[in-house]
């Protein structure tokens, strides 16, 4: 028999490996654990290629919000386009953040140019908030809120991942 594979299958899938413990024949019992096992390989497979494509989806979706950053018509002297340096800065971090969380498809409420050649983020789900700010230079800012509590915390990729789940939790 085949080395056994760690699979987290729904009771369908159970139901068809108890077969084998009430099987009357060996040979039979070792077909339909195989048939159990190519089923549940082939359902793991859809749900990873599902996941993978919903993320391809919501990292898009990231990179169309800052392209429509993009265009020069908004832009003067006064409100100046964002940086090459925020530009980059931000998708950086944003890439590296949504990869790092499985399934999450809160995307920002808004992404804006602030004026000064840096780029505002923010995500809202309830009472909560989260801004993610980028200046002309690439630096990064960090704020959340809840109500009355706020904070500014550092922009690490673990820091962002962790508050885009903090956001959820509502």
Known sequence: MSEAVSYNYTKPFSDIMNVRAFSPSEERSVELSKIAE????EAVEMRHSASEEKQQQIERNLLVFLAELD???DYNEEFLMPS????NATRNVLLQAYRSLANFSLL???????????IRIQWQH???ELRLLCSDEGALKLYWQDG???DLEEPEVA???SRLKW????
């Open 38 to 41: 190519q089923a549940m390989r």
């Open 71 to 73: 265009d020069e018509s």
């Open 84 to 87: 090459e340096l925020a530009t």
């Open 108 to 118: 920002p409420r808004f992404v804006t140019a602030d004026g000064d050649g840096g």
């Open 126 to 128: 309830g009472a909560r």
């Open 148 to 150: 009355n509590n706020y």
């Open 159 to 161: 820091n962002i991942t």
């Open 167 to 170: 956001l959820k939790e509502v």
